[in-house]
């Protein structure tokens, strides 16, 4: 799934050449993509609009039209904008025609991706304030803000920071490599993590969103740019889909294991695991000495 440095990659290479043009026409092919809205509706809201801006929140791709119209693009698992396309794209759900004959085709072979809209700045704010949490390059991402809304969660860390209203932008990729470059084991109780991890992490996620976006993107499945080229990131991993692989640090091989329902990249040398859940360690607490460490 694109995540902040994929959506972003996009909007820095799709902006230059759809800014300040006129929207002709939006050609909604699969109506699925703007429901509940009907599609002629989100159609006749953007069409013979100037697009003032493309702008991303989170994963959100905002589009700024004129009249304080906003198209809200979300890419989900598959979903790729493509400029000028050669030819017909298969799984080509949408396509935007511009006044001055540049296309934009939204290509989506899952179908998840969704189109919403937005009218006025309110409700703008309010569709995302509803959905994301703090952006990640904002100065209001803090080690303090993340432990203040850690504090007393038992969520695993990995669910946590895919939790979008906590944190905007970051998904399966980029956490598995923050918390590996934190030394953060994914299934640590994120209101157990101390300040010092939380500093980590918070470096750690700036550190891999900055490489891959730095790196254009990561594409590991469908992902491409606007002008078809991959990303680059899915070469710079440390963890992420390398099990088996030596961890880059210390050379133990890579584990793959579930957290947050997700398929999850640790070295567990370096990202040190969690002990057993405190109704079990109370339990064994009460046992000798030795069988507590067996069953430990
Ligand atoms: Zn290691």
Known sequence: MPELPEVETIRRQLAPHVEAKRL??????DPRWTQPLAADQLANAVSARRLDKLSRRGKYLIWEFGGDVFLLVHLRMTGTLLLDPAGEVAHTRVVFHFDDGR???FVDPRRFGTGELAVGTAARDEFLDRRLGVEPFDEAFTTEHMRTLARGSRTPIKAF????????????????????????HPLREAGRLDARQWAALRDGILTVLQAGLDAKGASI????????VRGGFQNEFSVHRREGLPCPACGSPVRK??????????CERCQ????QPRQAV???SSLPSRSAT???
């Open 282 to 284: 109370t339990r064994s």
């Open 221 to 228: 499945d469908d992902f491409r740019h606007p002008d078809g």
């Open 24 to 29: 002709r026409e939006v050609e909604i092919r």
């Open 161 to 184: 920071l895919l939790d979008q209203r906590k944190l905007a932008g970051v998904g399966n990729i980029y956490a598995d490599e923050a918390l590996f470059r934190a030394r953060v």
């Open 272 to 275: 040190i695991k969690p002990r």
């Open 257 to 266: 294991l579930r957290a947050a329902g997700r398929g999850t990249y640790v």
């Open 103 to 105: 296309r934009v085709a």
């Open 294 to 296: 067996l069953s430990s």
